[in-house]
């Protein structure tokens, strides 16, 4: 409470830059660009994320997830676009503790303790949320005089999770954070990061799993093939579900041509099989029995994964199409 | 309050002082360090027994030796054979955290990386302080025998010295970054040891014409100058100094390919 004061004090002769500052998204990337060895990771990514809003990134593994992260936490830099971090370079909040992260990647030495790695970090932070807080925050207080080497691999993600709620960030970036946790631990996880809501930071993540994504987040941003497929409330991702996925058996169909038709969202092809997308099942059904010679017809609900998958392929096959020589 | 408060007004964010640098930091590295058994005993255990058992002999301590006696030039080579131990395997250090993907981690924080440089230089030289100062302890209570002044003298050459081998161990962490780097610098160490004629005297011959070159040699000899009265030679100085260049610089620009944002 006592910096909240000397905060107020503080704002009184600076407070034009400090509400510049509160009007600021939490992030915003513009037509953000990253290749690798000529494969590209990120392919044009423009994305706002408002304070406090919980944002997840979902997608498969090669949709550029991990690769927008760095760039936001200024770990990689993109070869051309912008990313701001509440108005200011990432470097320059990393530095402020204005954003943390839980990074796949982030090792951790072995030979300190819990609580010693936990110090150690909170000593590089102007003003860092006490030890004890944090690893109770984390679920970890009973482990703090462990060797990290001896904790398990959901142990030192929590311990990755406490270290990255020290200096108590206004954007907390969360690479597939609950990788290796039970469904309780996921849970707790979470229940730890909405603990203060309102009021608590912002919050981007990347996840595999759809059931987390729609259970935590206020926002689904979903990846594939370095572009942003789809963007909305989990309903309205949900929504791209509550259509129906008709199949059919229909040797020689062209692609083309079933996209144009009245009703069809996304076409894939598999063999002689076509997977058609829609709003209207018994439209599509009808169109594919009279005009069509297709055979074996079946229409039924798709899940969100299904969703999911037709949305993510929809952008690959049509990225393949632009570029026939790139390796995905 | 705590939350009325912040849905209203921002903290006003701070970068920390000294990008980082704090004895809390210094404290837990040093303890870190120390608890590895094997550093313990490579750096602060070896090299005193080493003494012990090559430079006590009655004959060594009735020998002169410039301003004290042999057993006392025995002991300032055994000194500088555990700074170099112990500098090397402190700069080191920065293999293991790259392997571990620990500088990954830190990215994260406010460090800034030329403050984690720094600290690693400091959690060298504090372990070299150490390695010295183990062995003079030792030397001062089996009988070694130096003008008052020799032993202040000494002790400092051969830690201000050992900055060279701080600077090779980060150099050999940015370039082999291992978990394993100290069992590969070991015996490269060991080899330099005998270059610098710290184990036996150099007795000409090409061995001891190329290891005139080495940085063992040049610290061994500003080490033993306040006790040989040979002071301290351009050439020994020339030597150190182009060595720490060439660590320096090699370790610098391995670092900023390292640190260069992708």
Known sequence: MEHRQTAVMELSTRAGQTMGQDTRAALELRDVHKQFGGVCAVDGISLVVEPGEIVAFLGPNGAGKTTTIDMMLGLARPDSGSVAVFGGTPASAIARGRVSAVLQSGGLLHDMSVAETVRLTASLFADPRPVAEVLDRAGILDLADRRVGKCSGGQQQRLRFAMALLPEPDLLVLDEPTTGIDVQGRRDFWAAIRGDAPGGPAVVFATHYLDEADAYADRIVMLAGGRIVADGTPAQIKDLASGRVVTATLPGASEAGLAAVEGVDAVQLRGDRVILNTRDGDAVARYLLSSTSAADVQVCSPSLEDAFIALTRASQGHQRAASPGRAR | ?262
């Open chain 2, 1 to 262: 309050m705590n939350t009325s408060l912040a849905g209203l007004l921002h903290r006003v964010r701070k970068v920390p002082r000294l990008g980082g640098l704090s004895l809390t930091f210094l404290g837990l590295e040093l303890r870190r360090t120390l608890r590895n058994r094997s550093t313990i005993f490579f750096t602060l255990m070896m090299p005193p027994i080493f003494f012990l058992i090559f430079g006590t002999a009655a004959h060594y301590r009735t020998t002169t030796v410039g301003r004290g006696n042999a057993t006392a030039y025995i002991l300032v080579s055994m000194a500088v054979y555990g700074a170099m131990l112990a500098t090397t395997s402190g700069g080191a250090m920065v293999a293991v955290e790259r392997a571990l993907g620990w500088s990954r981690q830190l990215a994260l924080t406010p460090l800034r990386p030329l403050t984690y440089i720094a600290l690693k230089m400091l959690v060298a030289m504090t372990l070299g302080l150490l390695a010295v100062l183990v062995v003079f302890a030792v030397g001062a209570g089996s009988g070694a025998q130096m003008d008052g002044i020799v032993w202040v003298e000494s002790a400092l050459m051969a830690w201000a010295g050992s900055a060279v081998f701080a600077a090779f161990g980060l150099f050999m962490g940015y370039l082999l970054p291992s978990e394993n780097l100290m069992q590969v610098l070991g015996p490269v160490l060991a080899l330099l040891a005998f270059a610098g004629g710290l184990f036996i005297p150099l007795s000409g011959g090409l061995f001891a014409t190329v290891a005139a070159f080495t940085p063992a040699y040049g610290l061994a000899s500003i080490a033993r100058a306040p006790l040989t009265g040979d002071g301290l030679t351009v050439r020994a100085a020339a030597n150190l100094l182009i060595w720490c260049a060439i660590f320096t610089g090699g370790a610098a620009a391995l670092f900023r390919r390292d640190t260069r944002r992708t």
